[in-house]
């Protein structure tokens, strides 16, 4: 069974940091895209960042505050977020896209097949 868990999300003020972690199971995720999405209330859920064997994608929007990273020993994959804005408050989840062929960096939601259940995190103005 694959399960991926998020934990990390809170309540922090404007200009704070999160770290989000996604601990994944069942399968071995070192190569395949990892990525985190976003969805806040009304809007269409988000790729913020992706990573697969040590490259990584950034949204514009989170550029130069978020990192993405992975410790593939102990199969969880980490957002580090920083300079957190309230345009930043969202349910924040972690996905894994498995497809073999599938393209490098995927940052469509379709095309990933295993998600978390997602954590909410509000930054404060």
């Known amino acids: 069974q694959v399960q991926l868990v998020e934990s990390g999300g809170g309540l922090v003020q404007t200009g704070g940091s999160l770290r989000l972690s996604c601990a994944t199971s069942?399968?071995?995720?070192?190569?395949?895209?990892m990525g985190w999405f976003r969805q806040a209330p009304g809007k269409e859920r988000e790729c913020v960042a992706v990573i697969r064997s040590g490259t990584t994608y950034y949204a514009d929007s989170v550029k130069g505050r978020f990192t993405i990273s992975r410790d593939n020993a102990a199969n969880t994959v980490y957002l580090q977020m920083n300079s957190l804005k309230p345009e930043d408050t969202a349910v924040y989840y972690c996905?894994?896209?498995?497809?073999?062929?599938?393209?490098?960096?995927?940052?469509?939601?379709?095309?990933?097949?295993?998600w978390g259940q997602g954590t909410q995190v509000t930054v404060a103005s």
């Open positions: 996905a894994a896209d498995t497809s073999y062929g599938g393209r490098w960096l995927e940052t469509s939601a379709a095309k990933y097949d295993y």
């Open positions: 069942g399968r071995t995720f070192s190569f395949y895209n």
